[in-house]
C-alpha cells in the first residue's frame, strides 16, 4: 500500500510538471503565431508588388506591366524583339505587322519564317496606318511594342483609351534616332520588359563598342579631309530614287567622315535632280539597297542576295548621262549597303561599312560584314546569309 501510494504520489507530480511543460510550448507557439502571420502577410504583400513593374518608355510615358510579360504584340523592331527575347520569343508573340517584313522587306520574312514557320500564321494587327486597335484587343495581349515615331506611334495614340480599358498597354521605343543613347536604352528597356535585362545589357554593350570604333577613330577630323558624298536609295540605274539630308543615312554622312552634298535641304528624304549630283560631283557614291520586285535592274542586297548580280547591277550605275565624268566613277568609289542597316540594333554595321569608304586609310582593319556576323551568331536568332555590303574600289 506505501509502495502503491508513493508510485502514484510521483506519477501525479510527473503529470503536473508534463501540464506545465505543455502549457509553456502553447504559451510559447501563441506569442510566435502573430509574428508568423506578419511574416507571411509581408510576403504576400511583396508577392504581389513584384507581379508588376513601372517602365518609362521613350516616348517619356510612366507605363505599368505584368512582371511576367507571356503575350505580346509587335507593331516594329521585330529583330530588336528577337534579339532580346531569344528562343522563347515566338512562344509570346501573339499577333505582329506583317508588312513590317512581308512584301517590304521579303528577305527578312522569308529569313525568318523558314527558322519560325508559325510566324506566317500568327496573326496580323495591320502596318502603320493600318494597325486595328480592334485587332490588338482581340489577342489580349500583355504589351504592345512598338516605335516611338512617324506613323507606327501615330496609329496607336488615339487607341490608347480603348487598349488601356482592355487592360493593355503600349511601349514604345526609339531606334530612328540612330544615336547610341537612344538604341542602347531602347535594347535595355525591352529587356526589363521580357525579363532578360542581363541579355540586353550584354546587347547594348556590343553596340556601343562596335559605334566607338568609329567616333574615337574620327575625333577632331578636319573638313578638308570629307569626301563630298551622294547616297541614293537604288532604284537601279534608269530612275533616281530619293536621298536623305539631315535624317537617315544623311544624318550619319557627317558621323562616319564624310560631306553629305544635299547637307541642309529640307525633308526625311529628298528629291536632287540629275544635274545636281553632276553639279556636286561627290567623290563617294553609295547606293542604299532592298529587294523590290517592281524594278529588274535594281541592286540587291540582304538575305539570299547574290553577290555577281548585284556587283553587275551596282556596274551598270556607271552609264548613267553625265556620271563617267564624276569624282567617284573615275576613281571607281561606288560601294552599296543593305538599306536596313540603319534604325535597328546592329546597324553600327552599315555605320562602319560607311566609314570604311568615307575614309579607307582610316579604317584599314575594319570588317564591318565580320562584326556583323558576329553579332548574328550571338543574339539573333536566323543565320547571317547572302550579302550586306558591296564596293566596287575593294573589287580591283
Not at 513601372?54 to 509587335?74: I, N, P, S, W, Y
Not at 513590317?100 to 495591320?126: E, H, N, S
Not at 547616297?231 to 564624310?258: H, K, V, Y
Request: glycine fraction near 8%.
Amino acid at each position: 500500500m506505501k509502495k502503491s501510494a508513493f508510485l502514484l504520489a510521483i506519477l501525479m507530480v510527473f503529470l503536473m510538471l508534463a501540464g506545465c511543460g505543455d502549457g509553456k510550448s502553447t504559451e510559447a507557439a501563441k506569442t510566435s503565431e502573430p509574428d508568423k502571420q506578419d511574416i507571411s502577410s509581408q510576403d504576400t504583400t511583396q508577392a504581389s508588388e513584384a507581379k508588376t513593374i513601372e517602365v518609362t518608355d521613350m516616348k517619356g510615358r510612366k507605363v505599368t506591366l505584368t512582371a511576367d510579360v507571356k503575350r505580346v504584340v509587335v507593331t516594329f523592331n521585330m529583330e530588336e524583339y528577337f534579339a532580346v527575347s531569344g528562343e522563347k520569343g515566338i512562344d509570346q508573340l501573339v499577333g505582329w505587322s506583317h508588312k513590317y517584313w512581308k512584301g517590304r522587306r521579303q528577305d527578312a520574312y522569308d529569313a525568318f519564317t523558314a527558322v519560325y514557320p508559325q510566324l506566317a500564321d500568327i496573326p496580323d494587327v495591320g502596318y502603320n496606318a493600318d494597325i486595328s486597335i480592334e485587332s490588338i484587343i482581340s489577342l489580349q495581349p500583355d504589351v504592345v511594342l512598338a516605335s516611338s515615331t512617324g506613323a507606327n506611334y501615330d496609329a496607336l495614340e488615339p487607341g490608347f483609351k480603348n487598349l488601356k480599358d482592355a487592360g493593355i498597354e503600349c511601349v514604345f521605343f526609339d531606334f530612328h534616332a540612330q544615336t547610341i543613347e537612344k538604341h542602347t536604352e531602347s535594347i535595355k528597356l525591352l529587356g526589363e520588359i521580357l525579363g532578360q535585362q542581363a541579355r540586353a545589357e550584354e546587347i547594348a554593350d556590343y553596340y556601343t563598342e562596335q559605334m566607338s570604333v568609329i567616333s574615337e577613330r574620327l575625333a577632331g577630323l578636319s573638313d578638308d579631309k570629307r569626301p563630298r558624298v551622294y547616297m541614293e536609295f537604288s532604284m537601279g540605274p534608269g530612275q533616281f530614287g530619293n536621298t536623305w539630308s539631315e535624317q537617315m543615312w544623311g544624318a550619319l554622312i557627317r558621323e562616319c567622315g564624310g560631306t553629305n552634298i544635299v547637307a541642309g535641304m529640307t525633308g526625311a528624304s529628298v528629291e536632287i535632280a540629275p544635274e545636281q549630283v553632276i553639279s556636286a560631283n561627290p567623290e563617294v557614291i553609295i547606293l542604299a539597297c532592298s529587294p523590290r520586285d517592281d524594278v529588274s535592274d535594281n541592286v540587291v542586297l540582304g538575305y539570299g542576295a547574290d553577290e555577281a548580280l548585284a556587283r553587275k547591277n551596282l556596274e551598270a550605275y556607271k552609264s548613267r548621262e553625265g556620271w563617267a565624268e564624276l569624282d567617284a566613277v573615275k576613281n571607281n568609289n561606288l560601294a552599296a549597303l543593305y538599306h536596313d542597316l540603319s534604325r535597328h540594333i546592329f546597324d553600327f554595321a552599315g555605320a562602319q561599312f560607311l566609314a570604311k569608304q568615307l575614309q579607307p586609310e582610316i579604317f584599314a582593319d575594319l570588317n564591318p560584314e565580320k562584326n556583323l556576323s558576329e553579332f548574328f551568331q550571338k543574339f539573333m536568332p536566323v543565320d547571317l546569309d547572302g550579302v550586306w555590303t558591296l564596293s566596287l574600289k575593294e573589287a580591283q
